[in-house]
């Protein structure tokens, strides 16, 4: 199982029965585990040594084959309730309510640490599905235009000048209004008025259109991240 493989695949293969996939997750999430388990015991909890690190894992998995994948809830969220919920059962099993303590019972140092460890699993997560997201949301508005990943792939001009005109080309579609609209209403570039704006023929226009069209539709959009690839700066997509 590849190590960056995204969490949101692994867990859904996981669930469809995949052992590597949940092996994978639990391996890669085993700090955040072990992060929530010393929170609510109070005192930093390590793997093979502390019988709470079995029953946050074993909750974990539970979490799994819980989760309900569009209905809503946030993952890590329910791993958190569950694992809570476990290691609850665990100490009226084995009468050790009075060690369950607060979280303030930790020295700041280590407290600090685990909170920013769990913080940074949650944000990974988060932003690996927001990039999903984003990437399905633009291969479904390239759709619209004929245009697929296949071949934009074919159509990217391979040398940089080249890339550069096409981007220009693009930038100036997507900074003035008609043709931002001549472009969204007709599904084509306005090659005539775009000649006359560029020092470009139409001819290489035509060559990379379908190139300048993909990189016109991602700086018209919200494409936070993808944007970074074509050098536009977060933000500043425009929409209309």
Do not use: C, W
């Not at 391996?27 to 390590?46: D, E, N, Q, Y």
């Not at 997507?174 to 005539?192: I, M, W």
Request: without cysteine; glycine residues 6%.
């Amino acid at each position: 199982m590849p190590s960056e493989a995204d969490p949101s695949q692994l867990l859904l293969r996981a669930r469809e029965g995949d052992t590597g996939a949940r092996e994978e997750l639990i391996r890669r999430f085993t700090p955040f585990i072990l992060a929530v388990v010393s929170r609510v015991t109070g005192h930093f909890i390590r793997l093979g040594e502390d019988d709470e690190a079995s029953v946050g894992l074993m909750a974990f998995n539970e979490a799994i084959d819980s989760f309900r994948p569009g209905g809503g809830a946030n993952f890590l969220t329910l791993a958190e309730t569950i694992i809570r919920r476990r290691l609850i059962d665990y100490f009226r099993r084995e009468g050790r309510h009075r060690q369950v303590l607060s979280l303030h019972a930790l020295d700041n140092e280590t407290a600090a640490a685990l909170d920013s460890q769990v913080e940074e699993e949650i944000n990974l997560v988060n932003e690996l599905a927001d990039r999903r997201r984003e990437i399905e949301r633009y291969r479904e508005e390239l759709a619209s235009f004929g245009i697929t990943f296949k071949d934009l792939v074919k159509a990217t001009p391979q040398h940089r000048d080249a890339r550069d005109r096409a981007l220009a080309a693009a930038r100036v579609v997507a900074d003035n209004p008609l043709f931002r609209r001549y472009l969204k209403e007709h599904k084509a570039l306005p090659l005539k008025a775009l000649e006359q704006s560029l020092d470009t023929s139409r001819k290489t226009l035509e060559r990379h259109r379908k190139y300048i069209i993909a990189a016109a539709v991602m700086l018209m959009g919200d494409y936070e991240y993808l944007a970074d690839y074509i050098g536009h700066s977060k933000g500043s997509g425009r929409n209309g």
